[in-house]
Nanobody, 121 residues
Framework: QVQLVESGGGLVQAGGSLRLSCAASGRTVSSITMGWFRQAPGKEREFVAARASSSSTYYADSVKGRFTISRDNAKNTLYLQMNSLKPEDTAGYYC???????????????WGQGTQVTVSS
């Protein structure tokens, strides 16, 4: 069993930055594929970024060059550094662990409760 707890969301102006954290327990973050997804009201959950156990990283085109996924093995924590934020980045952001298929698909075994990111224009 894996427990995931996200933090770091908040309200930020367009162009600003936030860093989301996902603290994991039950498995080490380095041994499992983990990802970030987001969901805006009325929209489907969409892939944002993922990091495989091999350390390969994947990004949605919409965030490439602005967001960076990383992990701290000592803290067993996954991060999402978000720079140059845009109003369209506003959504609930969810950490996920244990991809059943491709890291970019939402079929993960474990999910956190989410953290809200709101970007004002």
């Amino acid at each position: 069993q894996v427990q995931l707890v996200e933090s770091g969301g908040g309200l930020v102006q367009a162009g600003g930055s936030l860093r989301l954290s996902c603290a994991a327990s039950g498995r080490t973050v380095s041994s499992i594929t983990m990802g970030w997804f987001r969901q805006a009201p009325g929209k489907e959950r969409e892939f944002v970024a993922a990091r495989a156990s091999s350390s390969s990283t994947y990004y949605a085109d919409s965030v490439k060059g602005r967001f960076t996924i990383s992990r701290d093995n000592a803290k067993n924590t996954l991060y999402l550094q978000m720079n140059s934020l845009k109003p369209e980045d506003t959504a609930g952001y969810y950490c996920a662990a244990g991809a059943r298929y491709l890291p970019t698909k939402p079929e993960y075994v474990y999910w956190g409760q989410g953290t809200q990111v709101t970007v004002s224009s």
